[in-house]
T-cell receptor
Framework: DGGITQSPKYLFRKEGQNVTLSCEQN?????MYWYRQDPGQGLRLIYY???????QKGDIAEGYSVSREKKESFPLTVTSAQKNPTAFYLC?????????????FGPGTRLTVT | RKEVEQDPGPFNVPEGATVAFNCTYS??????FFWYRQDCRKEPKLLMS???SGNEDGRFTAQLNRASQYISLLIRDSKLSDSATYLC???????????FGSGTKLNVKP
């Protein structure tokens, strides 16, 4: 079954702790993305990566870090520097070989920081 | 100005009704256009890519108007299961970034 997996589904952390969210895809897509969604709001881009070992900041990268050591994997670390980390985090991927480059999303991770 | 703007709704319609959503985009360099559906507390799922000539998939029809910089989604014969938030997304292919609207909420009532 091809797709994108994210784990865990729910994550609870204390303020001041770093936390890493997992994202894996077996769609052979080159590009991967991390978004954040807050209640009643649209998706905001945190980071994206078009190719292994390269990534770019999105609109709200402060307080986050990523790595792209393998094509299949794009983990996101939420650091203690992120002021409002509680949110729904969505990972997505897209293929450059598709004319439209549709994005496909994983099921998301709900992070709660108290 | 936001890259992509949508009426947040909610649109409350009876089963069987026809409903239409519009979405405007600000950058004329936008090349690819999509409609996604997002159920409560779930991930967005691709509903349709929007072709320049417009396209139809069953009860769903998408149109693109480049001159006025908007895309539309028409849903015919609404079902209860169509209740969701519909996200408009545009992409400027050169930058490999996608711009999301905040979504339009649809409630289909029995």
């Amino acid at each position: 079954d091809g797709g994108i997996t994210q784990s865990p589904k729910y994550l609870f952390r204390k303020e001041g702790q770093n936390v890493t969210l997992s994202c894996e895809q077996n769609l052979n897509h080159d590009a991967m993305y991390w978004y954040r969604q807050d209640p009643g709001q649209g998706l905001r881009l945190i980071y994206y990566s078009q190719i292994v070992n390269d990534f770019q900041k999105g609109d709200i990268a402060e307080g986050y870090s990523v790595s792209r050591e393998k094509k299949e994997s794009f983990p996101l670390t939420v650091t203690s520097a992120q002021k409002n980390p509680t949110a729904f985090y969505l990972c997505a991927s897209s293929s450059d070989s598709s004319a439209f480059r549709e994005q496909y999303f994983g099921p998301g991770t709900r992070l709660t920081v108290t | 100005r936001k890259e992509v703007e949508q009426d947040p709704g909610p649109f409350n319609v009876p089963e069987g009704a026809t409903v239409a959503f519009n979405c405007t985009y600000s950058n004329s360099a936008s090349q690819s256009f999509f409609w996604y559906r997002q159920d409560c507390r779930k991930e967005p799922k691709l509903l349709m890519s929007v072709y320049s000539s417009g396209n139809e998939d069953g009860r769903f029809t998408a149109q693109l108007n480049r001159a006025s910089q908007y895309i539309s989604l028409l849903i015919r014969d609404s079902k209860l299961s169509d209740s969701a938030t519909y996200l408009c997304v545009v992409n400027r292919n050169n930058f490999n970034k996608f711009y999301f609207g905040s979504g339009t909420k649809l409630n289909v009532k029995p």
